[in-house]
C-alpha cells in the first residue's frame, strides 16, 4: 500500500467534529503503489517539526509538589523523602525563606517535580480516543502512544531553580526531531520533544492585569552573564527531552495473545550500591495520572491494556518511573553534589501490581557518573539509565537580585535587617545580605 500524506489547514478534531487550535491535522490516502519508509519519515519529520511551540505559563506553589509526596511516600522509604517532607504531618507546608539559609533549602522545587507541572493544556473534547492529547501525534493510523525515554539537563548555577513561591515559570515546549522504524505495515513513528523550563521571578497578582505586560519567553532563553560565568542554558532551570514512539493498532486477536506472553530482559552486570523495592498499585497510577493531568488509558483502564494494547496489566508511567528514579539517586547524592544530566531509556514495560527494583551504583572509574536502572520482577532491565554529577560549587554570601522572584525576598529580608533583627529575633550584621546561596564557578 502507498500512502500519500496532505495536509488539512481546517483542523478538524477527530473526536468532536468541529475546528480546534491544535497543530495541523494530518490525512493519508492509501493506494496500491509502495509507499517507502524513508518519504513516510521526511514527510512526517516536516509536519510535525514545522507545528508552532506550545508554551505553558504556571505559577508554581507547593501544592502539587506536596501531593506527589504524599502519593509516593507509602513506596518509598523516608532516605528518599525530600528534606522538607514527613510522613508525620500532611499538611501542605507554608512557604517560608528564612534568612541564612542555603537557597536551595527554602521552596525549592524538589528534584524531577517538575514532572508534575506544566501539563499539556488540551480540552476534553480533543483528547485522542486512547486518552492522549493531540499536541504529538502524527496522525492516523498511528493510533497508540509509548514514552520510550529521554533526558535531564539542569542549569548548574542553582540560582535559576524553580521554587514554589508563587513564582511565574513557563515551559516552551516543541518537537525537535521525527523518524521511523519497523517493516511494511509494521511502521513505528518516534518523535522527540523538547521542554525548556524557566522562571521570570515575578510572584503571582490577580488576573486582572491591565496595562502590564505578560511574560515573555525572551528574558530566559539564550545565553546569559551568571557572575562573569557564560552559560549555555541562560536563565532556564532546566531543558527535557522526551522521546515518544507511535504505532498501529493491533488486531484484537493479536492483543489478547500478547498480553499473556512475559517479556524477558537483559539482567545487570553489576550489583547496585544502595536499592529501593515497591510494588506500584493502581491507586498509585491513579493518583500520578490526575497529578499530571494524564487520560491515558493505559494506565487506567486494566481491559483497554489487555483487549486493545495488548498489555496483561496497568501500565506504569514513564514520568513515574523516572520521579522514583529521581527520588531514588537524590537520596544517595552526598553533601556537596547536585544532579546536573539524567538520560534513561525505557526498555520494557513495568506493570501495576508487580515487583520492581530501583537501583543506583556509582562508577569506579568515574567519580562524576551514577547508573541507575529499574529492575523487573525476573531482575532485568526495564528502565537504564546513567546521571552526571557536579561537586565543584561553595557556599558564599550573595545576593539574590538575580534570582527568579529574589527582588521581592531580599526586600523582605532587608526589612528585617533595617531593623537590626532577623526573622529569628536575633541581631544580624549590618550591610550583609543574610540571604547564602549556592554558587557554581564553572559551567
Not at 510572584?203 to 545565553?223: I, M, S, V
Not at 510494588?279 to 497510577?285: A, E, K, S, V
Amino acid at each position: 500500500m502507498r500512502s500519500t500524506t496532505v495536509f488539512n489547514n481546517s483542523r478538524i478534531c477527530l473526536c468532536a467534529g468541529r475546528p480546534i487550535c491544535g497543530p495541523r491535522r494530518l490525512v493519508r490516502h492509501f493506494s496500491a503503489e509502495p509507499f517507502p519508509l524513508a518519504n513516510l519519515e521526511a514527510s512526517l519529520r516536516e509536519e510535525l517539526t514545522s507545528r508552532p511551540a506550545n508554551q505553558i505559563l504556571e505559577y508554581l506553589t507547593n501544592t502539587n509538589s506536596h501531593l506527589l509526596n504524599i502519593t509516593l511516600a507509602d513506596f518509598l522509604p523516608p532516605p528518599c523523602y525530600p528534606a522538607e517532607f514527613s510522613k508525620t504531618d500532611l499538611q501542605t507546608p507554608r512557604n517560608k525563606f528564612k534568612p541564612g539559609a542555603i537557597v536551595h533549602q527554602a521552596g525549592f522545587l524538589p528534584l524531577g517535580h517538575h514532572l508534575v507541572h506544566f501539563p499539556p493544556q488540551v480540552l476534553n473534547s480533543d483528547l485522542l480516543p486512547d486518552g492522549t492529547d493531540n499536541l504529538h501525534w502524527p496522525g492516523p493510523p498511528f493510533t497508540r502512544r509509548l514514552w520510550t525515554g529521554g533526558s535531564l539537563s539542569f542549569n548548574r548555577n542553582a540560582m535559576f531553580g524553580l521554587h514554589t513561591n508563587n513564582m511565574s515559570a513557563m515551559c516552551k515546549e516543541e518537537i525537535t526531531d521525527v523518524w521511523t522504524k519497523g517493516t511494511d505495515g509494521d511502521e513505528k513513528v518516534f518523535v522527540a520533544i523538547r521542554r525548556r523550563i524557566g522562571g521570570f521571578g515575578k510572584f503571582y497578582e490577580p488576573p486582572q492585569w491591565r496595562g502590564r505586560a505578560k511574560p515573555e519567553w525572551g528574558t530566559l532563553d539564550g545565553n546569559s552573564d551568571q557572575w562573569g560565568k557564560r552559560s549555555k542554558m541562560g536563565k532556564l532551570a532546566l531543558v527535557e527531552t522526551r522521546n515518544l514512539v507511535f504505532m498501529k493498532k493491533k488486531p484484537e486477536s493479536h492483543a489478547r495473545r500478547d498480553s499473556q506472553l512475559v517479556s524477558s530482559a537483559m539482567k545487570p552486570a553489576h550489583t547496585p550500591d544502595f536499592s529501593v523495592s515497591l510494588r506500584p498499585t493502581q491507586d498509585l497510577l491513579f493518583r500520578f495520572s490526575a497529578l499530571t493531568f494524564n487520560a491515558h488509558r493505559i494506565h487506567l483502564e486494566k481491559e483497554y491494556c489487555t483487549k486493545v494494547e495488548g498489555h496483561r496489566n496497568l501500565l506504569v508511567h514513564g514520568p513515574l518511573s523516572l520521579v522514583l528514579m529521581l527520588s531514588v539517586l537524590r537520596s544517595q547524592l552526598k553533601e556537596g553534589e547536585m544532579l546536573v544530566e539524567f538520560e534513561y531509556r525505557n526498555l520494557i514495560p513495568l506493570y501495576a501490581e508487580e515487583q520492581m527494583k530501583i537501583c543506583v551504583r556509582r562508577d569506579s572509574k568515574k567519580d562524576d557518573r551514577l547508573d541507575v536502572w529499574i529492575e523487573e520482577p525476573g531482575g532485568g532491565y526495564a528502565v537504564k539509565g546513567t546521571a552526571l554529577i557536579d561537586k565543584d560549587y561553595v557556599l558564599e554570601t550573595k545576593s539574590l537580585r538575580d534570582t527568579p522572584g529574589g527582588e521581592w525576598l531580599e526586600d523582605q529580608a532587608s526589612n528585617s535587617v533595617k531593623d537590626g533583627l532577623d526573622p529569628e529575633g536575633g541581631e544580624s550584621a549590618e550591610g550583609e545580605s543574610p540571604f547564602k546561596v549556592r554558587r557554581k564557578f564553572s559551567n
